[in-house]
């Protein structure tokens, strides 16, 4: 449990045939196999955290290959003010991109949480800029 021990680790597996789109548009009508495999860990220590995953496997006969990371620091206590940054590369193929984001977010009240992001897209020559509001209401 990262919030007791400082750290976790985990694996996932997944496997099926889904179909290839991309937003609301088909790219393909037949489905596709798919088989990956990944890790992940999150470690915690003093105002920092590290959080990483790695992912590999086939998609529609391609070799894939994901790595994420997420480097954060509190800037203020019990971590309503924090800093974010999140270099992730990814390959399909032959074809190789990654994606670098840095973030700020504030925890208003224990209910809502405003992040600002900037996140630039190698494989796109893509800037954008991006606002969020979280709203977490209590459940009983």
Avoid at 45 to 50: E, G
Avoid at 103 to 109: E, G, I, P, R
Avoid at 123 to 135: L, M, N, S, T
């Amino acid at each position: 449990v990262l919030a007791q021990d400082n750290y976790a680790v985990g694996a996932t597996a997944a496997y099926g045939e889904p179909l290839d789109t991309m937003g609301y548009h088909f790219m393909s009508k037949e489905p596709h196999e798919m088989i990956l495999g990944g890790i992940d860990a999150a470690y915690a220590w003093d105002y920092f955290d590290l959080k990483a995953e790695a992912f590999a496997g086939k998609r529609m006969d391609e070799t894939v290959v994901a790595l994420f990371a997420r480097f954060g620091a509190n800037l203020m206590e019990e971590g309503r003010l924090k800093l974010e940054v999140q270099p992730v590369y990814f390959r399909t193929g032959n074809e190789n991109n990654y994606e670098i984001a840095a973030a700020l977010s504030f925890l208003v009240t224990g209910d809502i949480t405003l992040r600002g992001m900037y996140r630039y897209d190698h494989g796109e020559e893509d800037h954008r800029a991006v606002f969020q509001f979280y709203y977490y209401p209590r459940i009983l």
